[in-house]
């Protein structure tokens, strides 16, 4: 009898190797010259913040988005107050934002409720890598980086990293519960707080936009009294009814006798011919509308929503989302917008209740030229004088003008990273951060040069600049009294009233360039590389084409041989030109991401943009791949 043929082992079937991890990053240290804010003079490390969720908000604050990011924080702040620590860390921009006691004034002007860093030689900046204003990043309760967001649009998705580091560390028992380290400050007793703007009204008082305390001051003719206060004094978005009295208090409340109006960092002011003042109504994207008759107030434009990319621009004006309203003004028969948080202007047509966009492209930077063509960095003032709109352009230090045919030029500045304290020709001349602008009786235009600290004047008829006044605490308006120029000296919580200056001050000449060190690029072909990884629950939304969108410029224009223009891919190939040496990227991504939801028809969505304004220098031993985070980690 044969013995049976031997039935095969099967081969073993291969276990999958596992999908490789990042490797875990530890964060670095917090290191900051300027010490600690909002602690009540603690000093932390990471270490004694461990068992907590932190998230690190690189900030500056003349920068309109790291202010749109502290307003989205709020609510996470608020919600997870017992597990979750945000730690502003002030990395500054400009010369004057690396002064201790204007990042003071800063984190007070703008509600920070959170401890802050301040961090002037961009220490931590450098540890963390960070490359662009404002960026966010996740530390998880063992010290560990989890996630890196660079602009606006993240709070849904660190939201989302919260629960779910919540759940796992809770489970672990790596998570640590209790007050945080937030220590409020002391509240200071004044009549104004970082006021913003000012109004001469034809009763001969001032109107003042008290913007740290969210109301309209009326003073009296000699710009001290307080006539009366609008609005309750907290943050909101509701109209009222008038009925306040002069004289009366209105800041209490919706009781008797309170005027209930509520606005959010009001800034700009502007008088309409009916008598009525538009208000510009910044950190609530509107248009508000004051009569000062009867003290009522209304919404004029805006949702009260904050406008995004692919949103409508035109249409009835309470159907359309504005961003950071900053300045107002009546040119031409309509009033006119500083749109910082877009870089644009836009136009309110009384008549027919319509906003549109008057110019700019929402790229951030100076170019002259056609209104549709040109580009503003933050416009923050704007003034009205004859056949000439004059725009405080402040990220770019310059005073710019729109002529009767809507064409944009410069008078003073060169570009977002040169600014300084020169007087002199128009040409070599030098703002730092200006956010105001009045017209003088003569034709000429003051600046309230903020990060300065003084008032300018810049003369159009001999195309020079001069020096009014120096040593103003953040001038952020003026206007005009007679034969005064009465001074928003907002730092100061004051207005200042000068002598119209028949002959101006000369100062020393002082020029500066940003801070932030050039990043070293090798000659030859470059690869730009935005990383985008669709947060947590989310996926890239394509319902419609593409999600994403890059535009890539060059300032010079020489420096970029290749690569110019928009497009949908994320990734691109540059070639910069050797012979041109230095310059800046211009780089701006956006990215649309929806809730992953088979079953729901009708996701939420979520829109992620940044503008990155790169230096590089070509080197020989630079480096041949650029890599930007709009959300996710990269290991460079």
């Excluded at 109107?207 to 309750?232: C, F, K, N, P, W």
């Excluded at 009781?255 to 008088?271: I, M």
Aim: hydrophobic fraction near 40%.
């Amino acid at each position: 009898m044969n013995d049976p043929a031997p039935v095969p082992t099967p081969a073993p079937v291969p276990t999958p190797a596992p999908a490789p991890r990042r490797a875990r990053v530890r964060a670095p240290e917090l290191i900051g010259k300027g010490g600690w804010l909002n602690t009540g003079g603690t000093e932390y490390t990471l270490a004694d913040l461990r068992g907590r969720i932190v998230v690190l908000d690189f900030w500056t604050f003349c920068c309109i988005n790291c202010l749109h990011v502290l307003d989205e924080l709020r609510e996470l702040e608020e919600k997870h107050r017992d597990t979750v620590v945000i730690i502003g860390v002030h990395s500054p921009k400009f010369v004057h934002e690396a002064e201790h006691r204007a990042v003071v004034d800063a984190v007070e002007r703008y509600g920070v409720a959170h401890p802050v860093l301040d961090d002037p030689e961009l220490a931590t900046w450098k540890q963390y890598a960070v490359r662009a204003w404002p960026t966010l990043v996740v530390v998880d309760p063992e010290g560990y980086i989890v996630a890196q967001h660079a602009g606006e649009g993240h709070a849904h998705a660190i939201e989302t990293l919260v629960a779910e580091l919540e759940a796992e560390h809770g489970a672990k028992g790596t998570l640590r519960r209790g007050d945080g380290p937030y220590v409020a400050p002391e509240p200071v007793a004044t009549d104004l707080r970082f006021p913003g703007k000012a109004l001469l009204l034809p009763s001969g008082n001032f109107l003042v936009s008290d913007t740290t305390r969210h109301t309209l001051v009326e003073l009296a003719a000699d710009g001290e009294s307080v006539v009366r206060r609008i609005g309750t004094g907290e943050r909101g978005f509701s109209d009222s009814p008038g009925g306040d009295s002069p004289g009366g208090d209105s800041t209490g409340g919706d009781g008797p006798g309170r005027h209930g109006a509520r606005f959010n960092e009001p800034q700009g002011l502007a008088l309409l011919d009916d008598g009525t003042v538009v208000v510009a109504d910044t950190v609530n994207h509107a248009l508000r509308r004051l009569d000062p008759a009867t003290g009522e107030v209304t919404t004029l434009a805006g949702t009260g929503k904050q406008w995004w990319q692919g949103s409508p621009t035109t249409g009835p004006a309470r159907q359309i989302d504005l961003s950071s309203p900053w300045d107002v003004a009546v040119f031409g028969g309509k009033v006119w917008i500083a749109m910082a948080g877009v870089h644009q202007l836009w136009t309110y047509d009384p008549a027919d209740r319509t906003v549109a966009v008057a110019a700019g492209t929402t790229n951030e930077g100076l170019l002259d030229g056609p209104a549709g063509e040109a580009w503003f960095a933050q416009p923050s003032g704007l003034a009205a004088a004859g056949d000439r709109l004059w725009v405080a352009d402040s990220e770019t230090s310059a005073l710019r003008w729109i002529d009767p045919e809507g064409a944009v030029h410069t008078a003073v500045g060169t570009g977002l990273f040169d600014f300084g304290h020169r007087d002199g020709d128009a040409g070599l001349a030098l703002l730092q951060h200006p956010l105001g602008v009045t017209a003088l009786p003569d034709g000429s235009v003051a600046v309230s040069d903020t990060y300065n600290n003084a008032l300018r004047r810049y003369d159009p008829v001999n195309n020079e600049v001069t020096t009014v006044a120096t040593d103003l605490r953040e001038p952020s308006a003026a206007v005009v009294a007679g034969e005064d120029i009465v001074v928003v000296e907002s730092a100061a919580h004051r207005l200042t009233r000068l002598r119209l200056p028949e002959e101006a001050v000369r100062v020393e000449s002082v020029a500066h360039r940003t801070q932030r060190a050039a990043t070293e690029i090798a000659p030859g072909e470059l690869s730009l590389d935005v990383i985008f990884q669709a947060p947590a629950g989310q996926k890239l939304d394509t319902r419609y084409g593409p999600s994403t969108r890059l535009l890539v410029s060059a300032t010079p224009p020489e420096l970029l041989v290749a690569g110019e223009g928009a497009g949908t891919d994320l990734a691109r190939v540059l070639e910069l030109d050797p012979k041109v040496g230095e310059g800046v990227l211009h780089v701006s991504a956006m990215a649309a991401s929806c809730d992953d939801d088979a079953d729901n028809a009708y996701p939420a969505c979520h829109v992620h943009q940044q503008d990155w304004g790169v230096p590089v220098k070509i080197t020989a031993d630079g480096a041949g791949r650029l890599p930007l985070v709009l959300a996710g980690l990269d290991a460079g």
